[in-house]
């Protein structure tokens, strides 16, 4: 979806932002999907939360806790500002998520921006990469 001219890398910024789940969060108004992270999904309605969403998401409000910085990349079919993201705790939020194994890359959008963070995790087994963890369909 094209986004309009002014918002392309428009800079969203706050303070301790609301977390929905892995790759979703909110500054005020702003709706925001960090870009190229795929998280699983957590329980909505009568649909049950998928693996490790729960966890997913406590490390996203562990990452953005404090200032919390984002650049818009596109919006999505949702109207959501889709951005790279940066905090207190870490300069990529986008790339620590998938450095964490809770979360994958999504390489359809990325086009391999973060697949040394998902190398580090599958190194490290973490998270989806560790031994016994739930098996996860890569997009």
């Known amino acids: 979806m094209p986004v309009p001219a002014l918002l392309a890398g428009a800079m969203i910024a706050?303070?301790?932002?609301?977390?929905?789940?892995g790759d979703t969060l909110r500054c005020g108004q702003d709706r925001i999907r960090l870009f190229g992270v795929?998280?699983?999904?957590?329980?909505?309605?009568?649909?049950?939360?998928?693996?490790?969403?729960?966890?997913?998401?406590?490390?996203?409000?562990?990452l953005t806790r404090g200032r919390v910085g984002c650049r818009v990349v596109t919006q999505d079919r949702y109207n959501r500002n889709v951005a790279r993201c940066w905090s207190s705790a870490s300069p990529d939020v986008n790339a620590a998520m998938i450095r964490s194994g809770?979360?994958?890359?999504?390489?359809?959008?990325?086009?391999?921006?973060?697949?040394?963070?998902?190398?580090?995790?599958?190194?490290?087994?973490?998270?989806?990469?560790?031994?016994?963890?739930?098996?996860r369909t890569l997009r």
């Open 14 to 21: 706050c303070t301790a932002p609301t977390v929905h789940d």
């Open 38 to 62: 795929d998280a699983p999904e957590v329980r909505r309605g009568k649909t049950p939360a998928e693996p490790l969403a729960y966890e997913a998401r406590d490390q996203l409000i562990a």
């Open 102 to 135: 809770l979360t994958t890359e999504w390489r359809a959008y990325s086009k391999g921006v973060y697949a040394a963070a998902q190398d580090q995790a599958r190194a490290a087994q973490r998270g989806f990469w560790a031994p016994n963890a739930p098996a």
